[in-house]
């Protein structure tokens, strides 16, 4: 959705600030707290509702899971797995896994293609499929590995975080279809509350490790979670602990893009000046220098 | 300056017509990929995208003209790789790189059909050809499937090696076009002047003429 | 429920037990989540795998599959030895006090009046000792030996946690914190609240499972409080309804017991089923019979039923025998019955035993499917290869498919299991040339009776004379239909203390039961739904969000039969002295000194004060809840633990010689076809996942995307020793069939030791068939067994034994 009244606070390839002059924005966030989640894959299916999407219908592999992966196709699926803890008691860690909306997206940062990726100013990193070209350098950027490249037109999808819904003043499709109310919506300012209010629940339940996924690695995310293991998120299907951009994408997209181009100019001028100053190696003529 | 007399049947041949193919062959997909990549890699040179016919055109075309590029400059490479092993008078002749760049090229160690500025950038294609092939290959998600942390350090290392090989090419433009005038005639007719080949690259002109 | 759903969210304690909230029923698991957050609940999950629901609970503990009764006894145990009761409420709500005769007596698994030879019992000791004046002698202390509460705690003497973990294979430790949670509400402050649904019913003990579960309740004192209450979380939408209007032919709309061939005349009909008040003051509701079957045989048969011809009594059929689902197959079975309607029924895909059922439904001349999808039932013919190893060219059953609009494509009721009837309007259009399930069955009857006018035939009257008042004879309107069912006065209804006076003029909708009559001037088609749509309108329609009470009642939204009451029982939720809430913050009604009122409708006539001496369940002659159930079930007024049909263990610890019930029916060949543990050496039980509805949701593409494809659950124990990898093929077979899917191997599924052994369990979700846009598979139902509670019938769905291996 190429939202002309949205404004933007980031727009991928793109150097100079895109519009951004609107002061009504309020970043917004999802909070799924996973100490109410069942795993009922009801908001992957209101996700595939609402945007239309038809993952193919693939077959049990000894899992819980279905679809399999993120795909093109599947913007969120929930991610089943289990813990046993030293006494013997079983954990069933379930966590729906989909886009999280970093503050700083390293999909963006990573995409070469100006506007393909931008993030609202509320917020929500979206992907604008006709100007993507298909490159996957959102995947490499990706710390929470979730865009996917479609296999029909090699564009790269991800959740929206419904910003059609969104802009028009609903909350995401998934939010709307969680039974349990496991998945809330609104400002970051009041999930981020909330988060902490349903924390300090669990504490009082007598769960110690529970703590708000909020990564400050990449800023922040507009997606956060209410983990009871917050103590170790990899358990929850290997949920990176301290996400951040990776050095290599800071380096390839970072420091190298200015000076390698500075670099190539810089070598173009040298070469030029050589020119100028020195001139060039004259040639003499066969006849004349034979005849000398 | 007076008019030399371009007469090729007296010129020195350098280039056979095979070679000259080649050579621009590697020269033409060069070119597309350099600016295609830099399409990629900044956004200041994305317009280039429409070289190859627009964003997607350029992500489609990108690795397989990278492909031409890569064989094509494989039969340079097996053509010339003896001839550019680095000799001891080469080395000489680097050391009087500052009298070289001035143009003082008096009484210059006699080298044979390459210098060693030219052997330079021929193995630096060569690491940087290859390196480009590999990463190249890890980031072409068109046909392959590496897992993630390969694609973002192949990112890094295409970037940096193309980098270096389009500084050795600016370089290798630069002399052949504007600096070390009689080179280009190399690469279009097949021949440089008796002049220019006992000027720049005597040991190979007396090698040449006296096959002759 | 006798509560409703919102209502869990006044619970401090969740149990879930017999049922998998989360799994199938994640909309109203919203408001488990409800009481967790806002009144800190705790979430207790006692089931034979680590469910859904047990991943969001706070305390879970395994349970081999089928041991139900024998845990829940050992929780009585618990609540007895240890004073975990909330004694001031089973002193006067239950019927803890009361005497029972001499006659009875338990021994070694069985209750007085055994008759091996019939597998049932001769209930007459199971019966109160009755004073001269009729009523029940009561012992106020609870110290006679003969009263119930002596009984209770003698009989419950032997579960004691050994004997829990011993049969069940939970660990006393973990049984003992279970206990102790749920004892934590014995006392006013604290309510526990029960969801359950077919993991309880769907034994062949299943119904004395749920009575285990409200005996506790009311020993804790539990029941007609917000927050608690005996919870069934039904398995439809719609599946209240459908049981409210008579599901099967063994009762009538509402519950009422239905005619038996020896209820030759009305009199005795309704004499059988008249109770008598058996303590003074009583309300014993149930008195009001004749006015709930009178009221019915008018609305059916109109102004032909009149007092001189017993209002048509004669021509209600009267049952030669059990007529239930298991009973309706063993017949066809037989070639007893020769055509079968099965409308929004897929009894091929959801009977046990399916090589049975194929051999029954063969048998059949035809075969009518009503139904939206195509199912296996109307497909039962075809040779879908080892997923339906049938030969067509063998069945000669004539099979009709008419296709009818969905639950979405047609306007009507849906009632909740919190028995809140809400009206629904239809979404769009049937497909194609379906029609709803009224057009279809309006053109069944009066095309029926077409031909009884035309060709007579034998007894014509009923079919003739039922009343069909619908404006378009063919397609009588859901309105048309729901008025029928609540009822209006056919003539002027008079106060029968003053004759003079009219309380309900002829024509008009009655406001409630309350008003029904046994003299022929009020028509009502089901009882418990009066009033739902009065003078006042369609009361199922209404969308009200008024909670005044803040306890989530909703009087205004819809109407909750009987009454629109939202708890039942609520006179319960009060003091017995004083009429005032145990809780305050939690009153549903209270006594202000005339008269009962409060957020809720009072569940007792609303002058009959503490002093009355009235008891608060009022459909009991003697007005308290049934610690001891008198003659109500079949196999003891006391639940015992008996093992499935098919018991891992192959015995009874408490008692060798009686293994399983005693009092269930089996059919000749289904005895036989029970497996044993040298070639079955498994515990199985099948069920629901949450991604699918039934057979249903195999046939929708977005529910076959998020669960494509059939899977058994397996331990890690159990596929270590059978060397069966995740994801691989298996089959599982049992005595009567078997199936293959992908094994799901897991630290979910426990190994449990019972009686010494030990017992691996195979979790068999059902919903995958040989049709559907989902990976074909098997119908579990290929591998249970045919045998139903001693009750109610519902197969053994959840406890049966099989083989498993790499396919």
């Given at each position: 959705m190429n939202m002309q009244s949205l404004n933007l606070d980031k727009r991928s390839a793109t150097t100079t600030q895109p519009?951004?002059?609107?002061?009504?924005?309020v970043p917004v966030a999802k909070l799924i707290d996973i100490s109410k989640?069942?795993?009922?894959k009801a908001c992957q299916v209101a996700c595939m509702e609402w945007n239309d999407l038809r993952d193919e219908i693939g077959i049990n592999?000894?899992?819980?899971?279905?679809?399999r992966d993120l795909s093109a196709e599947s913007w969120t699926v929930m991610r089943f797995a289990e813990y046993q803890r030293e006494n013997g008691d079983m954990e069933w860690l379930i966590r729906k896994d989909?886009?999280?909306?970093?503050?700083?997206?390293g999909c963006l940062k990573a995409?070469?293609?100006?506007?393909?990726i931008v993030k609202y100013s509320n917020g929500v990193v979206d992907f604008i499929s006709e100007n993507c070209?298909?490159?996957?350098y959102c995947i490499a950027g990706c710390p929470f590995n979730v865009p996917r490249i479609s296999s029909i037109d090699n564009k790269a999808y991800k959740c929206s975080l419904c910003s059609d819904r969104v802009s028009v003043g609903l909350e995401p499709a998934c939010v709307k279809a969680c039974p349990t109310g496991c998945i809330q919506f609104g400002s970051k300012v009041d999930m981020i509350a909330r988060g902490k209010k349903r924390v300090g629940d669990l504490k009082e339940r007598g769960v110690q490790t529970a703590a708000l996924y909020?990564?400050?690695?990449?800023?922040?995310?507009h997606v956060m979670y209410v983990l009871p293991r917050g103590d170790a998120?990899?358990?929850?299907?290997?949920?990176?602990a301290d996400p951040s951009i990776s050095p290599w994408v800071a380096v390839w997209k970072g420091v190298s893009k200015p000076l390698l181009s500075a670099g190539l100019g810089l070598a173009v001028l040298g070469a030029f000046f050589h020119f100028v100053t020195r001139g060039p190696k004259e040639e003499h003529a066969d006849e004349e220098e034979e005849k000398q | 300056m007076t008019a030399t007399v371009r007469v090729t049947s007296k010129g020195v041949p350098r280039y056979s017509r095979n070679e000259r193919v080649t050579h621009w062959i590697v020269t033409i997909t060069f070119f597309l990929l350099a600016l295609s990549g830099l399409a990629f890699f900044h956004p200041a040179f994305w317009p280039l995208t429409a070289l190859l016919g627009g964003g997607v055109w350029s992500r489609i075309l990108h690795p397989y003209i990278g492909i031409v590029m890569f064989l094509a400059f494989g039969l340079m490479g097996l053509r010339y790789w003896r001839e550019n092993i680095i000799q001891p008078f080469d080395r000489e002749w680097g050391k009087r790189l500052p009298d070289i760049i001035n143009n003082?090229?008096?009484?210059l160690p006699e080298i044979d059909k390459y210098n060693l500025g030219q052997k330079q950038l021929f193995w630096a294609m060569v690491v940087t050809m290859l390196l480009l092939l590999a990463s190249g290959v890890v980031l072409w998600r068109d046909l392959t499937a590496f897992p993630v942390a390969a694609i973002r350090i192949a990112a890094v290392v295409h970037a940096l090696a193309a980098f270096v090989l389009m500084l050795g090419i600016i370089v290798h433009v630069y002399s052949a076009i504007?600096?070390?005038?009689?080179?280009?005639r190399a690469m279009t007719l097949g021949t440089v002047s008796r002049s220019w080949a006992r000027h720049h690259h005597p040991l190979w002109y007396r090698r040449v003429a006296g096959k002759e | 429920m006798t509560n409703q759903w919102v209502d869990i969210k006044n619970a401090d304690l969740v149990l879930i037990m017999g049922g998998n909230a989360a799994e199938a029923h994640p909309c109203g698991f919203k408001w488990v989540s409800e009481a967790m957050e806002n009144r800190k609940a705790k979430l207790v999950v006692v089931d034979p795998r680590f469910t859904r629901s047990a991943a969001v609970a706070d305390y879970y503990a395994p349970i081999r599959v089928g041991t139900d009764i024998a845990f829940l006894g050992g929780v009585i145990n618990y609540l007895l030895a240890n004073n975990k009761v909330h004694a001031d409420y089973v002193r006067a709500?239950?019927?803890?006090s009361f005497l029972v005769g001499e006659g009875f007596h338990y021994a070694d698994g069985l209750f007085s009046g055994y008759d091996a030879a019939k597998r049932s019992?001769?209930?007459?000791?199971?019966?109160y000792e009755l004073g001269k004046d009729g009523f029940v002698v009561v012992d106020e202390?609870?110290?006679?030996?003969?009263c119930v509460y002596q009984l209770l705690k003698s009989h419950y003497s032997r579960y004691t946690p050994e004997m829990v973990e011993r049969i069940c294979g939970t660990p006393k430790d973990k049984f003992l914190k279970v206990a102790e949670f749920i004892g934590s509400?014995?006392?006013?402050e604290r309510v526990m609240t029960i969801c359950y649904a077919l993991g309880w019913t769907h034994h062949s003990h299943g119904s004395q499972n749920i009575r285990t579960m409200a005996m506790i309740q009311l020993l804790l004192g539990n029941i007609g409080r917000p927050g608690g209450g005996v919870n069934a979380l039904r398995g439809h939408s719609n599946v209240q309804g459908i049981t409210d209007q008579?599901?099967?032919?063994?009762?009538?709309?509402?519950?009422?017991s239905a005619p038996t061939e020896?209820?030759?005349t009305r009199d005795k009909y309704i004499a059988a089923r008249t109770p008598k008040a058996l303590?003074?003051?009583?309300?014993?509701?149930?008195?009001?019979f004749a006015k709930w079957h009178t009221s019915q045989m008018k609305a059916w048969f109109g102004d032909a039923a009149k007092a001189d011809n017993g209002?048509?009594?004669?021509?209600l059929p009267k049952r030669d025998g059990a007529y239930d689902v298991l009973a309706i197959f063993e017949r066809m079975f037989q070639g007893k019955i020769s055509g079968f309607i099965a409308q929004g029924f897929n009894p091929y895909a959801a009977l046990p035993n399916r090589k049975k059922v194929a051999m029954a439904m063969s048998k059949l001349k035809y075969l009518v499917v009503i139904d939206p999808l195509k199912t296996e039932t109307g497909e039962f013919?075809?040779?879908?290869?080892?997923?339906n190893p049938v030969k067509p060219e063998e069945i000669k059953t004539e099979v009709f498919r008419l296709p009818v609009s969905s639950f979405a494509e047609d306007t009507g009721t849906f009632t909740s299991s919190g028995r809140v009837i809400q009206w629904h309007w239809a979404g769009q259009d049937p497909p194609g040339q379906a029609k709803t399930d009224r057009e279809i069955v309006a053109q069944l009857f009066t095309r029926v009776r077409d031909l009884y006018r035309k060709d007579?035939?034998?007894?014509?009257e009923p079919i003739l004379g039922?009343?069909?008042?619908?404006?378009i004879a063919t397609a009588p309107s859901p309105e048309e239909l729901l008025r029928e069912m609540s009822g209006r006065a056919v003539t002027d209804v008079v106060d029968p203390a003053d004759?003079?006076?009219?309380?309900v003029p002829a024509g008009q909708q009655l406001?409630?039961?309350?008003?029904?009559?046994?003299?022929?001037?009020t028509a009502c088609g089901n009882w418990i739904y009066s009033?739902?749509?009065s003078q006042a309108g369609n009361l199922s329609a209404r969308r009200d969000t008024s909670d005044?009470?803040?306890?989530?009642?909703?009087?205004?939204?819809g109407f909750a039969w009987p009454a629109n009451r939202?708890?039942?029982?609520?006179?319960?939720?009060?003091?017995?002295?004083?009429?005032?809430?145990?809780d305050p913050k939690r009153g549903g009604i209270s006594w202000n000194g005339k008269a009962w009122a409060g957020i809720d409708v009072p569940?007792?006539?609303?002058?009959?004060?503490?002093?009355?001496?009235?008891?608060?369940?009022?459909?009991n002659a003697e007005g308290v809840g049934r610690l001891f159930a008198l003659g109500g079930m079949a196999e003891g007024p006391f639940p015992e633990h008996y093992e499935p049909?098919?018991?891992?263990?192959?015995?009874?610890?408490?008692h060798p010689q009686v293994?399983?019930?005693?009092?269930a029916r089996v059919y000749k060949g289904d005895m036989e076809a029970f497996g044993k543990a040298?070639?079955?050496p498994y515990a199985a039980t099948t069920y629901r996942l949450?991604?699918?509805?039934?057979?249903?949701?195999?046939?929708?593409v977005l529910t076959a995307i998020v669960q494509p494809q059939a899977f058994v659950e397996i331990s890690e124990d159990l596929a270590k020793e059978k060397g069966i990898a995740n994801g691989e093929q298996v089959k599982v077979s049992s005595n009567r069939g078997e199936l293959k899917a992908v094994a799901l191997v897991t630290k979910r599924v426990a190994t449990l030791t019972c009686d010494g052994k030990k017992v691996h369990t195979v979790g068999i979700p059902i919903?995958?068939?040989?049709?559907?846009?989902?990976k074909p598979g098997y119908l579990?139902?290929?591998?249970?067994?045919y045998v139903g509670d001693a009750?109610?019938?519902?197969?053994?769905?959840k406890a049966f034994l099989v083989n498993i291996e790499k396919a």
């Open positions: 519009p951004d002059v609107r002061v009504a924005e989640c069942i795993g009922c592999v000894g899992s819980y899971e279905n679809p989909g886009c999280m909306h970093c503050a700083d997206p995409c070469p293609a100006p506007g393909a070209v298909g490159c996957g909020d990564p400050p690695g990449v800023g922040g995310t998120p990899e358990r929850y299907s290997g949920l990176p | 003082r090229d008096e009484g504007f600096w070390v005038k009689g080179s280009m | 709500y239950t019927n803890a019992y001769d209930r007459s000791t199971w019966a202390t609870l110290e006679n030996p003969r509400t014995a006392t006013p008579c599901a099967y032919s063994e009762v009538l709309p509402g519950y009422l020896a209820d030759d303590r003074p003051n009583q309300m014993n509701y149930g008195q009001n209002f048509c009594y004669d021509w013919w075809q040779d879908y290869g080892d997923k007579a035939g034998k007894l014509p039922l009343t069909w008042p619908y404006a004759k003079t006076k009219v309380l406001a409630g039961f309350g008003q029904l009559q046994d003299d022929g001037s009033g739902v749509f005044p009470g803040g306890l989530g009642n909703y009087l205004q939204w939202r708890i039942l029982y609520n006179r319960a939720n009060t003091d017995p002295k004083t009429g005032k809430p145990w569940d007792i006539k609303p002058d009959l004060g503490p002093d009355s001496g009235a008891g608060p369940f009022i459909m049909f098919e018991t891992p263990i192959g015995t009874n610890p408490l293994v399983s019930n005693p009092a040298d070639k079955f949450t991604e699918h509805f039934h057979f249903w949701t195999k046939h929708g919903h995958w068939g040989f049709l559907g846009v989902t579990a139902n290929n591998l249970t067994p009750n109610s019938q519902t197969p053994e769905y």
